[in-house]
C-alpha cells in the first residue's frame, strides 16, 4: 500500500516551453500533497504544499506563477514548470500523505528528471 | 523543527550491522524523530519513526537515547541495496503532520562487498 506514481520519469524539453509533471497516489486519497525539488548533489527542498480542492502554499523563494500547482482531486496533483529555463533542471519528487497511516507518514514518487536545454 | 547533525558518510560491510548516528540535541518534548533512506535517483523512502521509546520494524531499529538527543539507525544485516543516503528528520506533528519534511544533508552510507 501508500503507493505513489509521477508521470513522465524524465523529460527534455527546449528553453521557454511549460512542462507538466503528474503525482498519483494510487492506492490511497491524499488530501496533502508535497513537491520537492533536488538539484544535483543537494538535498531535496520543499517547494509548495498542495491541498486538495484549494491553492498551494509555496515555500519563499519559489515563484508561485512559475511552477503551478493543481491539486484537483485526492489523487492527483500537478506541477507545471511555465517557460522553463535550465535552471530549472533538476530532480522533482512529489510525496502524498496517507492519513491512514498513524503518524502520516509521508510517502514519495520516484521522481521527474527535468532537463531544459 | 528542531535541527539534526550527521555525518556525511560511513561504510559498512555487507552482511554486518549498519549504525547510522544522528544528533537532535534542541529537540522538543512533541518532536518525532524520523528517518528516510534515498537510493540514488530515486525518490525518498521512509524508514522508520519514534517518539522516545526504541521501535523496530521489518527494515531497520531505532534506537533514542533517554534524553532525546541522539538517536541510533541500526540496519541489522546490511546488503549492497541498502547503499544510499540516509536522512534523520525531526519534525512536530502539530497540526496533523500536514508540513512538508525539512532534509538536511543526511548520512551516504556505502555498503562494502
Known amino acids: 500500500g501508500a503507493v505513489v506514481s509521477q508521470h513522465p520519469s524524465r523529460v527534455i524539453c527546449k528553453s521557454g516551453t511549460s512542462v507538466k509533471i503528474e503525482c498519483r497516489s494510487l492506492?490511497?486519497?491524499?488530501?496533502?500533497m508535497f513537491w520537492y525539488r533536488q538539484f544535483p548533489k543537494q538535498s531535496l527542498m520543499l517547494m509548495a504544499t498542495?491541498?486538495?480542492?484549494?491553492?498551494?502554499?509555496?515555500e519563499q523563494g519559489v515563484e508561485k506563477d512559475k511552477f503551478l500547482i493543481n491539486h484537483a482531486s485526492l489523487t492527483l496533483s500537478t506541477l507545471t514548470v511555465t517557460s522553463a529555463h535550465p535552471e530549472d533542471s533538476s530532480f522533482y519528487i512529489c510525496?502524498?500523505?496517507?492519513?491512514?497511516?498513524?503518524?502520516?507518514?509521508?510517502?514519495f514518487g520516484p521522481g521527474t528528471r527535468l532537463t531544459v536545454l | 523543527d528542531a535541527k539534526t547533525t550527521q555525518p556525511t558518510s560511513m561504510d559498512c560491510a555487507e552482511g554486518r550491522a549498519a549504525n547510522l548516528p544522528c544528533n537532535h540535541s534542541?529537540?522538543?518534548?512533541?518532536?518525532?524523530v524520523y528517518w528516510y533512506r534515498q537510493i540514488h535517483s530515486q525518490g525518498p523512502q521512509y524508514i522508520i519513526h519514534g517518539l522516545k521509546n526504541n521501535e523496530t520494524n521489518e527494515m531497520a531499529s531505532l534506537i533514542i537515547t533517554e534524553d532525546r538527543k541522539s538517536s541510533t539507525l541500526i540496519l541489522p544485516h546490511a546488503t549492497l541495496r541498502d547503499t544510499a543516503v540516509y536522512y534523520c528528520i525531526v519534525r512536530s506533528l502539530r497540526g496533523g503532520g500536514a508540513d512538508g519534511l525539512t532534509f538536511g544533508k543526511g548520512t551516504h552510507l556505502i555498503i562494502q562487498p
Open positions: 492506492d490511497f486519497q491524499a488530501t496533502t
Open positions: 510525496s502524498a500523505r496517507d492519513l491512514a497511516h498513524s503518524y502520516n507518514e509521508q510517502f
Open positions: 534542541t529537540i522538543s518534548g512533541n518532536e518525532y
Open positions: 498542495s491541498n486538495e480542492g484549494s491553492k498551494a502554499t509555496y
